[in-house]
């Protein structure tokens, strides 16, 4: 039985090797009761705002056996964002990880890859793969398989190469050998993140107050004013926000990706400020079509980049 465990957990290790996947961690899959008490204290002090969506099936995201009946194993993998090249310093700040192609499409056909190689090698296996849009507590889950921990600014960490990680689960009813656990937490006493945040989204403990968090002001909120108190705070930042990371001493270590698809999006880069005031509706949609930044819509892009102007 145990040789068989390793050769299937060899398996899984390569084949996320393979299909370009920078990490891969395995954890029992067994019920989160700790974030869900932390999920849940969360969302009652209302700091997900008008995320109204993370209240949805409480349950499935912290018992992966809700998810997939029977599952046995929860395979985390990462996959690097940080781009070669960088913006143009002087237009609208757009976050990394939306230079390219949507990592969604990208990472999920991988991941259908991912559970037809183990099919083909293993035989018919129930296992579904979630990347970012599921019921799925990801961070605590690439915690447990080992791969790093949850900074203070809450994004996860890896000691190797920093931050900029997409980061996607495959939840099966296969057994194989767990990775332990991240033990240590590596901030240490660094503050860096939380005094670089200009809004104050982020408190003591790693709770975030994603309400307050720009990211959710440039992407989340779909009402068509962003509140008076932010005037002034958003740095330029028109879709997302990298502060916390960038400021990260961790991200010294970042290496830019190897994905063909995250190669940035020529206008991306070389916009300009009256570029993407000017750029009309048809226009946005046809160069943000295979885009992250089309999440915001057009009109979404243009109140930010409005409130960005008028303060």
Request: charged fraction near 25%; hydrophobic fraction near 35%.
């Amino acid at each position: 039985m145990q040789n068989i465990l390793a050769q299937h957990t060899a398996l899984v290790k390569n084949t996320a090797a393979s299909l370009g996947f920078d990490y891969c961690g395995i954890a029992q899959a067994v019920k989160l009761d700790e974030d869900a008490r932390r999920l849940e204290k969360w969302l009652s002090q209302g700091m997900h705002g008008q995320m109204k969506y993370m209240e949805n099936y409480f349950d499935l995201r912290t018992d992966p056996t809700q998810l997939v009946p029977g599952a046995k194993s929860v395979i985390t993998l990462l996959k690097n964002y940080y781009p070669e090249k960088m913006q143009r310093p002087d237009a609208p700040k757009i976050s990394k990880y939306a230079y390219g192609k949507d990592y969604h499409e990208i990472i999920r056909a991988k991941l259908n890859e991912f559970l037809s190689i183990l099919r083909q090698e293993i035989g018919e296996i129930q296992g579904r793969g979630f990347v970012d849009s599921a019921p799925v507590l990801e961070k605590s889950w690439a915690s447990r398989s080992g791969l790093g921990w949850v900074g203070k600014n809450g994004i996860f960490i890896t000691k190797q190469n920093g931050s900029f990680f997409f980061i996607a689960t495959l939840i099966t009813e296969l057994p194989l050998l767990f990775d332990d656990p991240f033990a240590k937490d590596y901030c240490g006493s660094c503050t860096k993140c939380m005094d670089a945040c200009p809004t104050g989204a982020i408190l003591p403990d790693k709770v975030i107050n994603a309400s307050k968090c720009i990211s959710y002001f440039t992407i989340e909120l779909k009402e068509m004013l962003i509140p008076d108190e932010m005037k002034g705070k958003f740095d330029n930042w028109a879709f997302g926000c990298d502060i916390c990371q960038n400021v990260c001493p961790w991200n010294r270590f970042s290496k830019p990706n190897k994905e063909i698809e995250f190669t940035p999006i020529s206008e991306v880069l070389n916009l300009t400020t009256n570029q993407w005031e000017e750029m009309t509706e048809d226009g946005f949609r046809k160069i943000f079509k295979d885009s992250p930044i089309k999440r915001s819509k057009f009109k979404g892009i243009q109140r930010n980049l409005k409130f960005l102007k008028n303060y």
